[in-house]
């Protein structure tokens, strides 16, 4: 049989919440971005860039949203995620000495104490604090194929009764990808893998190929797909829409079945933050005192049980290049069979959270690293390949439109409308439709005005983030996803009321500005009536 017996598409999706909190010393939730950064994003860099200086293929497609991008680029964040990294050297030193008559927890003092060193040195003297600026590189070079997603990751198919809000999200989006990486993008990652039929032609008027939806989105359209999802399908508009393999994504994701759960693999739960005398791990913790994780972590998973042993990093990479062995034998297997049943190569979509490699599961970059390895190396027929190198093969693809569909349990919105985030959508839909009627109010606003009607915008963009109804859902950090809702909303508000009025004041416009400050390409005449 000429050619690969099939296509292997990893998609990574690496997105936080907007949080700059600068009006504290330290903020507990702005600790997401920097254990990413510490734990998933300069891994993945460091491992990006070694496959594609030694030429291993990864064709690999990975979004970063907005939200994100702005973080990454924000000097006070950079410069705050480097007092963390110097925190976390100097209570990793002081973990050496307290640990050196215990050689097992002696040995990962070191093993941490050298990783934030390596850490520290990518960010300062490698990439110059700039994260964005290697990804493009990387995308430059055909290593990582980037594509753009949503402007604060709203979930699109929530927002069906106010059109004017799902363009922003998708026109924002796709311009701030633009203004960071250069070009535009073909691919748009759905926030949540949220498709509402007819959101294609939104894609389609932003020069947008192709998206990426849960299997049930495709598998459920009309007419059935030909191919089930080892094939895209093509929307009406032409946008053409690549559906989730499940089987694959079970191998990673599931928390019984998938690797992560091995008994070899580091403990997430574990962490001197939590285990260690409080006055000593004091100074390392958030300001108020809550203790929290501080990325040190001595045990690995073991069992169900709470008698876990010492990690062992030789041991978790020995299993973790197992288990890219085992991953790539049972995609070639599914493929093979896949193959003999279909007329065309199949492609096998696996599109998992960037966050779980190395944060939620430490040694997913390694793992991930090692798939490309052997990919080439094993010569199983099974060949990487971003979503858009799949159309140079097969250019041409079934017509379908793809159903109401989301990741996440149930599949369709559960997460993200249930009784304890319902309450949020009447709020969000009045601002969106606000937003619509002053922008047409104000069709050449200027000056103060037309400042005031952009910071109403992102109010409003920053209000239907998916991140606080799923807050709410799972109950963590309920109450810093209430104060910003109410934050966005009372804003939004006061700013309709002050242009209604005619009672704008600048020093309290400049005040919200300063605090969130993302987007300064947006424009609120994205909202008027077309």
């Not at 106010?162 to 990808?177: D, L, M, S, T």
Request: net charge negative; proline share 6%; glycine share 6%.
């Amino acid at each position: 049989m000429d050619g690969p017996v099939g296509f292997l598409a990893v998609v990574l999706h690496a997105h936080l919440p907007f949080v700059r909190h600068l009006e504290h010393d330290d903020f507990l939730e702005e600790r997401w971005l920097f254990e990413a950064i510490t734990e998933t994003y300069l891994p993945l860099l460091q491992r990006f860039q070694r496959l594609g200086e030694e030429r291993i293929p990864c064709g690999l497609t990975m979004s970063v949203t907005p939200t994100l991008l702005a973080m990454l680029a924000d000097p006070s964040l950079q410069a705050r995620y480097l007092r963390h990294l110097e925190r976390l050297l100097e209570l990793s030193a002081k973990e050496i000495d307290r640990t050196r008559w215990q050689p097992a927890f002696h040995r990962l003092a070191w093993f941490y104490h050298h990783r934030f060193k390596t850490a520290h040195h990518l960010y300062v003297n490698v990439f110059h604090r700039n994260l964005i600026q290697p990804l493009r590189e990387l995308s430059d070079r055909g290593v990582v194929e980037l594509i753009a997603s949503g402007a604060t990751h709203g979930y699109l198919p929530l927002m069906e009764t106010q059109p004017a809000a799902v363009r922003a999200q998708i026109q924002v989006g796709i311009e701030a990808f633009a203004h960071a990486f250069g070009k535009r993008p073909a691919g748009f990652w759905l926030p949540e893998c949220g498709y509402h039929p007819g959101h294609d032609e939104f894609l389609k008027a932003c020069g947008i190929r192709y998206c990426v939806t849960d299997a049930h989105g495709v598998l459920f359209g009309s007419p059935r797909p030909r191919y089930g999802v080892y094939a895209p399908v093509v929307c009406p508009s032409g946008v053409a829409v690549f559906g989730r393999d499940l089987e694959s994504s079970k191998s990673v994701w599931s928390a019984e079945e998938g690797y992560p759960g091995d008994g070899d693999y580091r403990d997430f739960y574990r962490d001197i933050g939590h285990d260690l005398d409080y006055d000593y791990v004091r100074p390392y913790l958030n300001g108020d005192g809550t203790r929290v994780n501080t990325g040190i972590k001595y045990y690995r998973i073991t069992g169900k049980t709470d008698d876990k042993q010492p990690y062992d990093p030789d041991r978790a990479l020995e299993k973790a290049a197992q288990h890219a062995g085992n991953f790539l034998f049972n995609r070639g297997k599914q493929a093979e069979y896949l193959r003999s049943v279909i007329d065309r190569v199949p492609v096998i979509v696996s599109p998992y959270d960037a966050e779980l490699f190395g944060h939620w599961w430490f040694e997913g970059p390694d793992w991930l690293e090692l798939l490309m390895r052997k990919a080439q190396a094993d010569q199983t027929g099974l060949q990487p390949i971003s979503l858009s190198d799949y159309f140079d093969h097969y250019p041409t693809n079934q017509v379908l439109e793809p159903c109401l569909s989301s990741w996440g349990h149930g599949g369709y919105s559960d997460v993200w409308l249930n009784g304890s985030n319902d309450w949020i959508y009447r709020h969000v839909h009045k601002m969106a439709e606000r937003m619509t009627q002053l922008a047409d109010e104000h069709p050449q606003a200027d000056g103060l005005r037309a400042r005031a009607l952009n910071q109403m915008a992102r109010e409003l963009l920053l209000a239907q983030a998916s991140d606080w109804a799923f807050i709410l859902k799972t109950q963590t950090h309920t109450a810093y996803a209430y104060r910003r809702l109410h934050r966005h909303l009372a804003r939004f508000t006061h700013l309709y009321d002050a242009i209604r009025h005619d009672r704008l004041d600048a020093a309290q416009l400049a005040e919200i500005e300063a605090s969130d400050r993302l987007f300064p390409f947006l424009d609120y005449r994205i909202y008027a009536t077309p």
